[in-house]
């Protein structure tokens, strides 16, 4: 008999562990743990869905005929750490052998490497298949490079994988579709609502758990709409597929209050857990623009997502860590204000966002790098704090995903290696892409004075802080020459705005 362990983003039929099964004999193990549901204090709706859905996951397997060992997070002799639960299911169920599949957090992967000694049987951690890039790609393609540039990886990608090819060629005669997709939302586009999935009886079941063990977390659980199984998230993908893709380039980097969501997806929670894999995700879209259901910007643009960035991040985590997490280029030193956790500001931007962050446990990409990530890095918010916030509040927030999306994308704390410049911007472009200035106390238009865009004085403070820094980086040339023609003593009122600003934080 083997004990074949299951983790909470491992909910895949296919998953390694649980290949070459002997029902008859074997045993899964999942295991509800305290310590992952509180290494930061994740929003409600996020524990929910991965306890609901481990849940779904199980009986699914039950029903195949599957023995599974489930154990409830409030069950008595839950020891409350995976190997605690890894150990007693060993003790009492004397298994030859433990096989897992590799989890997505290198910490968990080094707890993993020692149970084999502290267990004293044979522990066989199997590589997870459910990414298009397998890890050794990844790395051999990243050897000799001094830069790690999504976009070469991507175009790899699509040679590799033939998505949105023809012959050698790409699709439509372009690698990327991108310069059409930075429009702000059209006044004649009304996004459709987002399919609900009403929480059945195990959801409420969890929710009612977690609202008693997590309720005091930032974020609330009333909302909770996320597919929990495999069969959910595939109408999710439907749903994005026919009312969603075709609109998803035009407004793929738009803001607007009152539409959370717009044409994005909602389906990183589904991936992350393994409820749907990247293949057929990506061939969905494919087949829709083969269809002509949806134009080539749009497609191109979603495929990018997943089959570029979610692959090429996770490959930067692996290869990169754990020096990674310690990196901080701009060294930012400064707290989280207490505006990230639903404390009052006059920002409409970020209250908006952080608004519909602790209502849903989400946020699109724009809102994520250009407000909240663009504020933490001209703030010189610490990454080590600004990184807990991304994990704590998003739901679909898995170390191998979060950490180089805001370490190395949003704060440059890699000094470069993921981004060639910081996401760095003024008011202006938020007034560009949404509709927040104009709800706002505060003058977008404004670089000094009573009323002026924190995000314009913040901005040139960052570029002349870090100028020496950014000397040589033909992506900054343009922004340190706009410095430079300056009049000196509006540089110097913009920083002394800013350092009043960041005083009060
Ligand atoms: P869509 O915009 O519709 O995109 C489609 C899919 O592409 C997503 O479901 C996702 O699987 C993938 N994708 C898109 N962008 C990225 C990206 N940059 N990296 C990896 N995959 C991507 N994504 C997470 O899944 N988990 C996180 O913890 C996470 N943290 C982030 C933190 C910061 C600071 C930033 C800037 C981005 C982060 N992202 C994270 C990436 C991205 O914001 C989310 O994947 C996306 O917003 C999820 O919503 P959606 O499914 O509607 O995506
Ligand atoms: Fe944000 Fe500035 Fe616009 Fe206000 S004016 S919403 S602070 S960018």
Request: net charge neutral.
């Amino acid at each position: 008999m083997r004990l074949r362990l299951v983790l909470g983003d491992q909910l895949s039929r296919t998953i390694p562990a649980l290949e070459d099964m002997d029902r008859a004999q074997d045993v899964v193990l999942m295991a509800e743990v305290a310590e992952e549901c509180a290494y930061v204090p994740h929003h409600p709706q996020k524990i929910a869905l991965v306890l609901s859905a481990m849940r779904h996951f199980a009986r699914a397997l039950e029903a195949r005929h599957v023995r599974v060992r489930y154990i409830r997070l409030d069950d008595p002799s839950n020891s409350g750490s995976l190997a605690g639960e890894v150990a007693r299911a060993v003790a009492e169920l004397r298994p030859a052998a433990v096989i897992a599949t590799e989890p997505g957090e290198w910490r968990l992967l080094q707890a993993m490497k020692g149970w084999e000694k502290a267990l004293g049987l044979p522990v066989e951690i199997r590589a997870d298949t459910r990414f298009l890039c397998p890890r050794p790609w990844f790395r051999h393609w990243a050897e000799g490079r001094r830069q790690l540039r999504m976009e070469f990886f991507y175009r790899e990608m699509r040679r590799r994988s033939g998505y949105l090819m023809e012959g050698e060629e790409p699709a439509g005669g372009r690698w990327n579709f991108d310069a059409e997709n930075r429009k702000p939302l059209a006044a004649d586009l009304k996004p459709p609502a987002a399919p609900r999935f009403a929480p059945d009886a195990i959801t409420r079941e969890v929710m009612a758990l977690v609202a008693e063990r997590y309720g005091g977390n930032f974020g609330s659980l009333e909302g909770f709409n996320w597919p929990v199984t495999a069969r959910d998230a595939q109408k999710a993908l439907d749903h994005f597929i026919t009312d969603r893709l075709p609109h998803f380039g035009d407004a793929q980097d738009a803001m607007a209050e009152g539409e959370p969501t717009l044409f994005h997806a909602l389906l990183s929670t589904s991936l992350n857990l393994g409820l749907l894999l990247p293949g057929p995700v990506c061939e969905a879209a494919e087949a829709a623009w083969k269809r002509g259901r949806a134009p080539l910007n749009a497609v191109e643009g979603f495929i990018r997502q997943i089959l570029g960035w979610r692959e090429y991040v996770r490959g930067l985590y692996w290869l990169k860590m754990p020096e990674y997490r310690e990196l901080n280029a701009l060294q930012a030193e400064r707290p989280l204000p207490w505006f990230y956790w639903g404390g009052e500001t006059s920002m409409n931007c970020i209250r908006q966002v952080v608004g519909q962050t602790r209502d849903l446990a989400y946020a699109h990409h724009i809102q994520r790098l250009m407000v909240t990530g663009n504020f933490a890095l001209l703030a010189g918010i610490a990454p080590a704090a600004i990184n807990e916030w991304y994990m704590a509040v998003y739901a679909d927030a898995f170390e191998w995903v979060e950490l180089p999306n805001t370490h190395g994308m949003a704060i440059w704390a890699d000094g470069g290696l993921m981004a060639s410049k910081p996401y760095a911007a003024s008011g202006a472009y938020i007034n560009r892409m949404s509709d927040y200035c104009a709800g706002c106390e505060h003058d977008v238009k404004a670089q000094t004075g009573q009323g002026a865009c924190p995000f314009n004085y913040l901005y040139w403070d960052f570029v002349a802080r870090h100028a020496a820094a950014f000397e040589g980086n033909p992506r900054m040339a343009m922004p340190l020459a706009t410095m430079r023609r300056m009049a000196p003593e509006k540089l110097a009122a913009m920083r002394r705005e800013a350092t009043r600003f960041l005083a009060g934080l």
